[in-house]
C-alpha cells in the first residue's frame, strides 16, 4: 500500500515550547486609589486602628482616655475644695464637719448603680457635666454650625434676644431643660449617660465647642439619637414635636440627620466607654458635694442583695463543677493503667 498523507498535522513539542517562550511575562496592572476611582468613603480598615490615635483627643471611643468634663472640671473643682474649706474653719475653729460612716451596726448605701442608675441624680450630673462644658470652653473662634444656631432654629416662637450667645446658662436652667425632655419622654437613666457620651463625640469629630448660642440644639439632638439608640421603644420625633410645641417635624429631621452626619454614624457605645462615664460622673458629683443619696440598708434590701449574692454564687458554683468536670475527664485520658507483668 502506498504511503498515506493527513491533512491534520499536530506541532512538535519543540515548536510549542519555542512559540511558549515568544509570550511576555505578565505584568500586573497598578493598583487604582479611593481617589483615582472618585470613591472616598472610608475603608474599615481605616477604623480599625484606633489604637492609633492619641486617645486624649477622642475620650467618646477610648475606655481609658479621660472623660472631656472631668477634665474641663479640675479648675472649678480645685477653687471649690478652697473655699468650702476656708468656710469650715471659720464655723468650726475646731476643725471641719465630721461626716457619716458605715458601721457594723448602719450601713449606708445608695439606690444607684451602674446598670440602673438613680435618674434624678444622673440627670443633675451630666447636666452639671454639660455646664462646665459651656463655661470652661476654648474659646478660639471655631465656627458655629447653623443647624444648632438658636437664632436660626428657635425652639420656641419667643423672639430670641440679641444678645443670646453672650451669657451662659446656669446649671438649674440646663437641668431644668433635660429633666423636662426625660419626664416627657419617660427616658431611662442609661440613655442621659449615652447623651454625654454623644455629645463629647460631637464636639470631637465636628470640631465645635458647645456655648450658649447652640447648647438647647446640641442637647437635643443628643437626647433624640441617644433615645433611638437605647431604649426599645423609642420616642418618634413627632412626640418631641409635641413636648416642644413651636417646633416642627422637618426641622427635628433635620437636625438628627446632620447629627449623625457629624457623628460619622458612628453610634456605638462599648460597655467599657458606658461604664467610665458612669463613674466620672459619680467622682463629678462626689467633686460638687453633689452625692448620690445615702440610706440606712433595711431589711428588706439586705434579703434582696442576700438572695442576688447567692445566684451568682450558685451560678459560679455550677460553672465551677463544669470546669472541674471537664478537668478530670482530660486526666483520665492520660492516665496509666499499671498491670501485673507475666513471666513465664
Same mark, same amino acid.
Given at each position: 500500500?502506498?504511503?498515506?498523507? #493527513?491533512?491534520?498535522?499536530?506541532?512538535?513539542?519543540?515548536?510549542?515550547?519555542?512559540?511558549?517562550?515568544?509570550?511576555?511575562?505578565?505584568?500586573?496592572?497598578?493598583?487604582?486609589?479611593?481617589?483615582?476611582?472618585?470613591?472616598?468613603?472610608?475603608?474599615?480598615?481605616?477604623?480599625?486602628?484606633?489604637?492609633?490615635? *492619641?486617645?486624649?483627643? *477622642?475620650?467618646?471611643?477610648?475606655?481609658?482616655?479621660?472623660?472631656?468634663?472631668?477634665?474641663?472640671?479640675?479648675?472649678?473643682?480645685?477653687?471649690?475644695?478652697?473655699?468650702?474649706?476656708?468656710?469650715?474653719?471659720?464655723?468650726?475653729?475646731?476643725?471641719?464637719? /465630721?461626716?457619716?460612716?458605715? #458601721?457594723?451596726?448602719?450601713?449606708?448605701?445608695?439606690?444607684?448603680?451602674?446598670?440602673?442608675?438613680?435618674?434624678?441624680?444622673?440627670?443633675?450630673?451630666?447636666?452639671?457635666?454639660?455646664?462646665?462644658?459651656?463655661?470652661?470652653?476654648?474659646?478660639?473662634?471655631?465656627?458655629?454650625?447653623?443647624?444648632?444656631?438658636?437664632?436660626?432654629?428657635?425652639?420656641?416662637?419667643?423672639?430670641?434676644?440679641?444678645?443670646?450667645?453672650?451669657?451662659?446658662?446656669?446649671?438649674?436652667?440646663?437641668? /431644668?431643660?433635660?429633666?423636662?425632655?426625660?419626664?416627657?419622654?419617660?427616658?431611662?437613666?442609661?440613655?442621659?449617660?449615652?447623651?454625654?457620651?454623644?455629645?463629647?463625640?460631637?464636639?470631637?469629630?465636628?470640631?465645635?465647642?458647645?456655648?450658649?448660642?447652640?447648647?438647647?440644639?446640641?442637647?437635643?439632638?443628643?437626647?433624640?439619637?441617644?433615645?433611638?439608640?437605647?431604649?426599645?421603644?423609642?420616642?418618634?420625633?413627632?412626640?418631641?414635636?409635641?413636648?416642644?410645641?413651636?417646633?416642627?417635624?422637618?426641622?427635628?429631621?433635620?437636625?438628627?440627620?446632620?447629627?449623625?452626619?457629624?457623628?460619622?454614624?458612628?453610634? *456605638?457605645?462599648?460597655?467599657?466607654?458606658?461604664?467610665?462615664?458612669?463613674?466620672?460622673?459619680?467622682?463629678?458629683?462626689?467633686?460638687?458635694?453633689?452625692?448620690?443619696?445615702?440610706?440606712?440598708?433595711?431589711?428588706?434590701?439586705?434579703?434582696?442583695?442576700?438572695?442576688?449574692?447567692?445566684?451568682?454564687?450558685?451560678?459560679?458554683?455550677?460553672?465551677?463543677?463544669?470546669?472541674?468536670?471537664?478537668?478530670?475527664?482530660?486526666? *483520665?485520658?492520660?492516665?496509666?493503667?499499671?498491670?501485673?507483668?507475666?513471666? #513465664?
Amino acid at each position: 500500500m502506498g504511503n498515506t498523507a #493527513s491533512c491534520c498535522v499536530s506541532a512538535s513539542p519543540k515548536l510549542r515550547r519555542n512559540a511558549h517562550s515568544r509570550l511576555e511575562p505578565y505584568r500586573p496592572e497598578p493598583e487604582l486609589s479611593r481617589e483615582d476611582t472618585g470613591c472616598n468613603l472610608q475603608h474599615i480598615s481605616d477604623r480599625e486602628n484606633i489604637d492609633e490615635l *492619641n486617645m486624649e483627643h *477622642n475620650p467618646s471611643d477610648h475606655p481609658r482616655a479621660t472623660t472631656m468634663f472631668l477634665s474641663k472640671s479640675q479648675t472649678d473643682v480645685r477653687e471649690k475644695r478652697k473655699s468650702l474649706y476656708v468656710n469650715h474653719v471659720s464655723q468650726h475653729p475646731s476643725g471641719p464637719m /465630721r461626716r457619716k460612716y458605715s #458601721s457594723c451596726s448602719t450601713i449606708f448605701l445608695d439606690d444607684s448603680t451602674v446598670s440602673q442608675p438613680n435618674l434624678k441624680y444622673t440627670i443633675k450630673c451630666v447636666s452639671l457635666a454639660i455646664y462646665y462644658h459651656i463655661k470652661n470652653r476654648d474659646v478660639d473662634g471655631r465656627t458655629l454650625l447653623d443647624i444648632f444656631d438658636e437664632k436660626l432654629h428657635p425652639l420656641s416662637k419667643l423672639e430670641v434676644p440679641l444678645d443670646y450667645d453672650k451669657h451662659d446658662p446656669e446649671q438649674k436652667q440646663i437641668y /431644668r431643660f433635660v429633666r423636662t425632655l426625660f419626664s416627657a419622654a419617660q427616658l431611662t437613666a442609661e440613655c442621659a449617660i449615652v447623651t454625654l457620651v454623644y455629645l463629647e463625640r460631637l464636639l470631637t469629630y465636628a470640631e465645635i465647642d458647645i456655648c450658649p448660642a447652640n447648647w438647647k440644639r446640641i442637647v437635643l439632638g443628643a437626647i433624640l439619637l441617644a433615645s433611638k439608640v437605647w431604649d426599645d421603644q423609642a420616642v418618634w420625633n413627632v412626640d418631641y414635636c409635641q413636648i416642644l410645641k413651636d417646633i416642627t417635624v422637618e426641622d427635628m429631621n433635620e437636625l438628627e440627620r446632620q447629627f449623625l452626619e457629624l457623628l460619622q454614624f458612628n453610634i *456605638n457605645v462599648p460597655s467599657s466607654v458606658y461604664a467610665k462615664y458612669y463613674f466620672d460622673l459619680r467622682s463629678l458629683s462626689e467633686a460638687n458635694n453633689l452625692s448620690f443619696p445615702l440610706e440606712p440598708l433595711s431589711r428588706d434590701k439586705a434579703q434582696k442583695l442576700e438572695a442576688i449574692s447567692r445566684l451568682c454564687d450558685d451560678k459560679y458554683k455550677d460553672m465551677r463543677k463544669a470546669a472541674k468536670k471537664r478537668s478530670v475527664s482530660a486526666d *483520665n485520658l492520660v492516665v496509666v493503667w499499671w498491670s501485673p507483668a507475666i513471666i #513465664s
